[in-house]
């Protein structure tokens, strides 16, 4: 697909009735910010890699301000038959994402021998393929690496004529597993060189979108805390070395249907997320870091946590949510039958599955089924994604939550639309600034049958200090839930605004809400976090009763 071909929701000519089929949501939206007719043109040029902030006008202070945007609904974590441990063909998913309202989504398969040998170039006529035949979906390919001395990245490309090559070539040269680089603990004498090339191989990736042999690629690190061996100096690290690549995280995992009650056993927990700490792990997480709250990974459900210590350093680090399918939840199909003597590495794909007619194991969902990215765009575009996930114009929820979310900064006075999320405003102190939320309540009901109801928003804001002495810390002593709301019953649109003081130090604000079914005092006390996600109980987790959202920082550099 060009850059400037319209999709379905974005075209007048496509019948309502055809959008509603296919579970599309996003006119209202669309229409409300005036982009039928402009962003999403058809001609012109191809996107930019970032759309630039407008100057700012004679006599106001210093700042900048985002165009309009529409957002994109996605899944960066997909599971196919080219995975060792999947089962679900190319078809199925691409018919799955279609029909819970996905607008883009990224196969990325497990690293192996077969996969590197003969799975990713297999798989890679299979996407060009499916790009044909599902021209209204952006079909990435990917790859899931298995960082060396730790856990597990989706690394991306944008297509081209070297897509595959570049995601082969870096499987082979520097993933843990291939090369047998997994040890971790520290007093092991292999993880300072093992630490050292995972580092090397997010470097190299830069430097091939850097002389243009791919267009762009990114990098996120899945389900961070699922086995406590990602440290906080080795996310620093990554980040780090090239912050335009290694983007960000899962702010919340996959499998959220691991936690269904009666389904996988007393002991079963949302993502699956049922570890110890072990050899590898870092010893300075706490132990109740090894499950999730609220469906989210404590490294982002922590307020004053992992992740608002790399925002407090003034750096952004986008989070995101997927399905990490693998098997579905009450699914009837199960992996077909090898031909004698054959195994993945022969052959770097599965045979196909077959409908068996009875429930099989799994804890996952389809792609968009519950958990959604949505990423703000100002054209329809491989690229175009790219770019809003790293500027990270991006917020997440869990089952169908919300149907829309616009998030500006403003200052007083100022007539433009200020900045959005991942962005950055420069003010200087004494200035009065607006935080204006507008939340598009849900209007139909989710895939589980459910009406999601919002009950409250929440502002956290955290202060500002620069790169940290201890690459290790993990806190945000001066990160704190700032403002909060009670929004039930409330339905339709509506815009929540929240004055903002500026001091002398610079800070961001990040937001969140739920429906309110599930909340309790945060890990880090309530006078940080009184009302916060909370862990469920062994094997009664039921996903759909305990639903969320969040949503990217917004920074505020104070300038003297």
């Not at 995972?198 to 430097?207: F, Q």
């Not at 990114?218 to 990554?238: C, F, K, Q, T």
């Not at 199909?333 to 007619?357: A, Q, S």
């Not at 405003?425 to 209007?443: C, D, H, P, Q, Y």
Request: proline share 7%; hydrophobic share 35%; net charge neutral.
């Amino acid at each position: 697909m060009t850059e400037q071909q319209l999709p379905a929701w974005a075209d007048p000519s496509v019948p309502p009735a055809e959008l509603d089929a296919q579970g599309v949501s996003r006119r209202g939206i669309l229409r409300g910010a005036g982009l039928f007719g402009a962003a999403f043109a058809l001609g012109g040029a191809a996107t930019p890699a970032l759309a630039a902030p407008a100057a700012a006008s004679p006599g106001r202070a210093v700042g900048g301000e985002d165009p309009r945007l529409a957002y994109l609904v996605g899944d960066h974590h997909v599971h196919s038959v080219y995975s060792h441990d999947a089962k679900y063909t190319f078809s199925q998913l691409a018919t799955a994402a279609a029909r819970y309202g996905l607008d883009w989504m990224v196969f990325n398969e497990h690293s192996n021998f077969g996969h590197a040998r003969y799975g990713a170039k297999l798989e890679h006529q299979e996407i060009l393929k499916a790009r044909a035949e599902n021209p209204r979906q952006l079909i990435f390919q990917g790859l899931e690496w298995y960082i060396p001395a730790a856990e597990h990245c989706t690394v991306f490309a944008a297509p081209g004529p070297h897509e595959v090559d570049v995601l082969t070539r870096f499987e082979l040269a520097y993933d843990g597993k291939l090369l047998k680089y997994t040890d971790g603990a520290a007093g092991n004498p292999n993880t300072a060189r093992n630490e050292a090339h995972a580092v090397k191989g997010i470097k190299w990736l830069a430097e091939q979108r850097r002389t243009g042999y791919v267009d762009d690629v990114l990098v996120l690190a899945n389900h961070p805390m699922r086995l406590g061996i990602d440290s906080p100096h080795e996310m620093r690290n990554w980040r780090d070395a090239a912050p335009e690549i290694m983007i960000g995280m899962e702010g919340a995992p996959g499998a959220q249907g691991g936690g269904i009650p009666g389904w996988e056993g007393p002991e079963s927990q949302r993502g699956e997320y049922t570890n110890k700490p072990s050899a590898d792990s870092w010893a300075g997480y706490p132990q109740n870091a090894y499950v999730l709250y609220g469906g989210f990974d404590w490294m982002t459900a922590t307020v004053g946590g992992m992740w608002d210590a790399m925002l407090a350093e003034g750096k952004l680090f986008t989070v995101t949510t997927n399905s990490d399918v693998h098997r579905v939840v009450f699914d009837t199909w199960k992996n077909g039958d090898w031909p004698p003597g054959t195994t993945f590495d022969d052959t770097g794909r599965l045979p196909d599955p077959v409908n068996t007619g009875s429930p099989q194991p799994g804890g996952d969902f389809w792609p968009g089924q519950f958990s959604r990215t949505h990423v703000g765009v100002t054209r329809y575009g491989y690229r175009s994604v790219m770019a809003g996930l790293r500027a990270g114009r991006v917020w997440l929820d869990h089952g169908h939550l919300l149907d829309g979310l616009e998030v500006r900064l403003t200052r007083a006075g100022d007539r433009g639309r200020g900045v959005t999320l991942g962005g950055r405003l420069r003010v200087r102190r004494g200035e009065k600034l607006t935080l204006n939320i507008t939340v598009t309540t849900a209007s139909r009901p989710n895939p589980h049958g459910i009406l999601p109801e919002l009950a409250h928003v929440d502002m956290i804001r955290g202060a500002v200090r620069g790169p940290v002495a201890d690459r290790d810390d993990w806190r945000a002593p001066d990160s704190r839930v700032a403002w909060s709301k009670d929004v039930s019953g409330r339905k339709g649109t509506y815009t929540l605004r929240v004055p903002l003081s500026v001091g002398e130090e610079s800070f961001y604000v990040r937001l969140r809400g739920s429906d309110g079914k599930r909340n309790g005092t945060g890990c880090l006390g309530a006078s940080v976090d009184p009302h916060g996600p909370i862990p469920h109980p062994p094997g009664d987790g039921d996903p759909w009763q305990d639903t969320w959202f969040y949503s990217n920082p917004v920074f505020v550099d104070v300038v003297r």
